[in-house]
């Protein structure tokens, strides 16, 4: 059976990709340096590794374990600490994907799988839901540079052949997230409302976003690892739902009201976001299958048992 190598694997979607490629009768190798990701989130079976794709020495890790297939979702995946350093971002989000994909052309990797980001990579689209064929325009750092490793991947695959995709998410949510590190709406909410906490509305709620998820997602990824596409693909649920629709969806599944806070909009956030996934069902065979109520619910049961 085929080595899987996932950076970024004791996090959010990582570990939740590890545990199903495990079950998949996969060998699967995680690097992470725990920044944001949780070391009881690593599979017993997984090989583990806490390196830092920038500082630390990556290519030995690839030279040990040889793997025949790379996912890449370590990254620096807060948009407000990209407007604020953008530099971090850069680095993280370029120079460390640059050291992922070296190695990975280094040590004759058949294909790399890129988690890319949808809205910040289109910024404000004039088309909703955005296809892969808008011209992107990010407006925040983390966009921009997801953007440029885009860009370098395909460099790779012109230039020396590296087979790659790349999967651009909607707004990822489910269990494993925390609002303390890889923060979402849906975790902010789940994790607020466990604790019988007023939930913190930025705005009036009625900024929209296309939400999907995680184990929709794990399934995408999976996916690409066997199809002849280089390009980016959209994986969202092409459904756009108000952030009011998520505090509705809570307290149907809490069945209770909740309090609001209400805090001013960040400048610069982002008003509008839903992705066109029609490419996913004609190249992937994927389409998102979890409703959001459903999705919350379970997301909810796990904050429970785990907040």
Not at 149 to 171: I, K, S
Not at 174 to 189: H, L, M, N, S, T
Not at 256 to 273: A, F, V, Y
């Amino acid at each position: 059976m085929d080595k899987v190598l996932i950076t970024g694997g004791a996090g959010f979607i990582g570990s939740n990709l590890a545990i199903k490629l495990i079950e998949k009768g996969f060998k699967v190798v995680i690097v992470d340096n725990l920044f944001s990701g949780k070391k009881n989130y690593i599979p017993k079976d997984a090989s583990f590794y806490q390196v830092d794709i920038v500082k630390d020495d990556l290519e030995s890790v690839f030279k040990k374990e040889k793997p025949d297939y790379v996912f890449h979702l370590a990254a620096q995946i807060d948009v407000r600490i990209a407007v604020k350093d953008p530099y971090l971002d850069a680095n993280i989000n370029i120079l460390g994907g640059l050291k992922v994909l070296q190695s990975a052309y280094n040590h004759k990797v058949k294909k790399i799988i890129f988690s890319s980001t949808g809205g910040a990579v289109y910024g404000e689209a004039e088309i909703i839901p955005t296809p892969e064929t808008y011209s992107p325009k990010p407006l925040s750092p983390y966009g921009i540079n997801k953007l440029s490793f885009e860009h370098y991947l395909r460099y790779f695959q012109e230039v020396y052949g590296q087979d790659y995709t790349t999967l651009r998410f909607a707004n990822v949510y489910g269990p494993r997230q925390y609002k303390g590190g890889e923060a979402g709406v849906v975790a902010i909410f789940c994790q607020q409302a466990a604790e019988n906490k007023s939930l913190t509305l930025n705005g009036d709620g009625s900024q929209t976003r296309d939400f999907v998820y995680v184990f929709d997602v794990v399934e995408a990824l999976i996916s690409a690892m066997n199809v002849d596409y280089k390009g980016e693909i959209n994986i969202g649920s092409g459904k756009e739902s108000e952030i009011k629709d998520v505090i509705k969806c809570i307290e149907k599944v809490t069945a209770g009201k909740n309090e609001i806070k209400q805090k001013e909009q960040p400048k610069g956030e982002q008003l509008r976001s839903c992705l066109d996934s029609s490419l996913a069902k004609k190249v992937l065979n994927w389409q998102s299958k979890t409703s959001l109520e459903d999705g919350i619910k379970s997301t909810y049961k796990w904050t429970l048992n785990n907040h």
